[in-house]
């Protein structure tokens, strides 16, 4: 399935994911201090469904932390880096293809 949401969103989703693992908490122990359902929380996990700042406050908060302030920090330091290195890809790729059909002319 296709996720809806632009590919920062991955970065959310994965720290949620690490943020939990961490706890060591499943998705319906989390459900549970969240008073949603399991399926809730595993839509989240996959970029299925979004979370408001209100609704990333609790989960944090259910999760003992970080806090808000800390977690949107290294949300954009990883942003930053996956934007730099997508980018540095891109440009290498593109590289690479330049070469590459330059190699195949006669």
Request: proline share 6%.
């Amino acid at each position: 399935s296709q996720k809806p949401f632009p590919p920062p969103y991955d970065v959310l989703t994965e720290m949620l994911v690490a943020a939990r693992l961490a706890t060591g908490l499943t998705q319906k122990a989390l459900a549970e201090r969240l008073s949603i359902g399991q399926s809730s929380v595993s839509k989240v996990e996959r970029g299925l469904q979004r979370l408001d700042l209100v609704e990333l406050h609790r989960w944090l908060s259910a999760l003992g932390g970080p806090s808000l302030a800390d977690f949107a920090s290294a949300f954009e330091m990883r942003v930053r880096t996956q934007t730099a290195v997508e980018r540095r890809w891109i440009r290498e790729g593109a590289a690479l293809m330049l070469r590459a059909t330059w190699l195949r002319q006669p």
